[in-house]
């Protein structure tokens, strides 16, 4: 049933990286284009070289027209003025009209969403959640984000940004977040905090195979815990008792039939997987626990361009959810 | 639009009590009945009682017929077959096919929901939550439940149980929670925990103005702590620091537009919402925080009667949702 809605433009705006595509009605990406966001730059620069980036993906394409424009940000965004209002990932973006000035440079109606919802959508209508009626994604990157899909039907919340599922908290007073709290799952899992709690143990003198690595990363820490490395598997235990911790909250209060797990850390595959989905089994209610399934993501890093290019295709459908 | 549906009886088997009413579409009770639950004495001679309490309530109801049964019940239970599996309030109820009792019984369709998913319902529909998308209801009472509203439609979850949003942890290796599970709010925040709490800090020595009564309660705990006695208000912030932070996670997760908090400790009143919704108001994340509202229930000791028969409406008109 999607497969008869034209083209669109699909344009995602992260921290480091701006993408563009084509997304057909099937899912698929057409004349994928990346480029540095240099956010350092400033809004009207950054917009103007990813609108560039967009009029190329479209020419590569080979697309005669787009039908319409999605675009895939970081929150907080207010979705329905399409003003990205202070993202902490595009530090002095404050309240950019990025709908209005998308729909003007390319003269079709655009419309913007969180990343992590989109995200989600994307996951849902072609991924790992085709024909689920209630799933989570969450998406263990940079950061921790996420989103639902309840009753088949996208969750974009009272304020438009879904769920922000990164931020259940596993330890009272714990590591500070992001977001203002102390002990977030965003604290622990992400890769950020993954590779700050090696460089912190590295520097308060703990022995390590790490110590020969300058800058180590969240994927440093996983191979040398797979090598046996015991920081590194310390750190890592941590990071899976996190995540099985704050999925656990999550399967109880959504009860969903399935939880689907993207982002650069959930490239360990089962070492993170595998403990994770573990903990939900034995510590979630039984009901949700035998409900649910944990998955890896099947999009990679389209994701969000193809989240954002099914917004998009619902706008011009005139479908108001997944 | 739910004024011209017939009325319904409506079910209500707690582990205390067993209560019956016949519901209009107004959702007003009418005849409504209470009566000990016995648990003891075995489902078959319960639910005997149940269905006589239910006669009783159409005949004071003056309610010539009822077009269904609506019936609400501690989980875990299978609304889709009706059968009540071994909840914990009911020890001994194992598989009992409770809904082909009662339609057996009055001669017309039957339903059962778990009672915090139909309290949930009754909120949304007749209650706080009249015309909000996206709601969460919570009952603070012996345990902690509750139940979602989101998109205007009930959220019943993969396993039929809805959400089960008291098993949101807030302390790892904290007191063990009925689930198996140590930390959850449960542990802190339901009556049951809260006098547990009073009572080994009483029999620990610890000098208070609650060691005049014999088994306090959490109602005397509240009282107390107003009161201005230490230990009753340390156990009285543990518990709204338990909420709060449970709380923080669920709007989080969910980004809604209202939080109800029903059930016997919110007789507590402000003394337990107000440093709640400041908790919330200052963790969350900006947008869901700027976004919810919390509020007290407004169906009272009702609501699960109210909710049921809401149910039973749907049954009846043919919706499957809120």
């Not at 209508?125 to 899909?149: D, E, K, P, Q, W």
């Not at 009272?172 to 799952?185: M, V």
């Not at 994770?276 to 979630?284: E, G, I, K, M, N």
Request: aromatic share 4%; charged share 20%; net charge negative.
């Amino acid at each position: 049933m999607e497969h008869d809605v034209p083209p669109v433009l699909s344009l995602d705006i992260g921290g480091t990286k701006l993408a563009a595509g084509v997304v057909t009605g099937d899912g698929l990406i057409h004349g994928w284009q990346l480029a540095p966001t240099r956010r350092e730059e400033g809004p009207r620069r950054v917009l103007s070289r990813l609108f560039d980036l967009g009029r190329k993906a479209v020419a590569e394409a080979g697309a005669p027209e787009v039908a319409a424009v999605g675009i895939s940000c970081g929150g907080p965004l207010d979705t329905a003025t399409g003003v990205v209002q202070c993202p902490p990932h595009l530090p002095g973006w404050i309240d950019v009209p990025v709908v209005a000035l998308a729909a003007e440079a390319f003269g079709v109606a655009a419309v913007i969403e969180n990343d992590a919802t989109a995200a989600a959508l994307g996951e849902h209508r072609y991924g790992a959640g085709r024909g689920t009626t209630t799933m989570l994604y969450l998406t263990i990157s940079t950061g921790v984000g996420g989103g639902s899909v309840i009753g088949g039907r996208l969750h974009r919340g009272a304020a438009g940004n879904g769920g922000e599922l990164g931020h259940v908290m596993v330890r009272p007073g714990g590591r500070p977040c992001t977001c203002g709290r102390n002990g977030c799952l965003e604290a622990y899992a992400s890769g950020t905090a993954i590779a700050e709690r090696a460089r912190e143990a590295l520097a308060a003198g703990r022995p390590s195979s790490l110590s020969s690595i300058e800058l180590p990363t969240a994927e440093d820490v996983s191979l040398a815990a797979a090598a046996g490395d015991p920081l590194a598997a310390e750190i890592w235990d941590e990071t899976t008792w996190a995540l099985g911790s704050a999925l656990t909250d999550l399967v109880n209060a959504f009860e969903p039939e399935l939880v689907v797990l993207g982002g650069g850390v959930t490239r360990s595959g089962a070492r993170l997987l595998d403990p994770v989905a573990a903990a939900v089994a034995r510590d979630a209610m039984p009901p949700a626990a035998r409900a649910v399934r944990i998955e890896p993501a099947r999009l990679g890093a389209g994701v969000c361009v193809v989240g954002a290019g099914a917004v998009a295709h619902d706008l011009v459908s005139g479908k108001t959810d997944a």
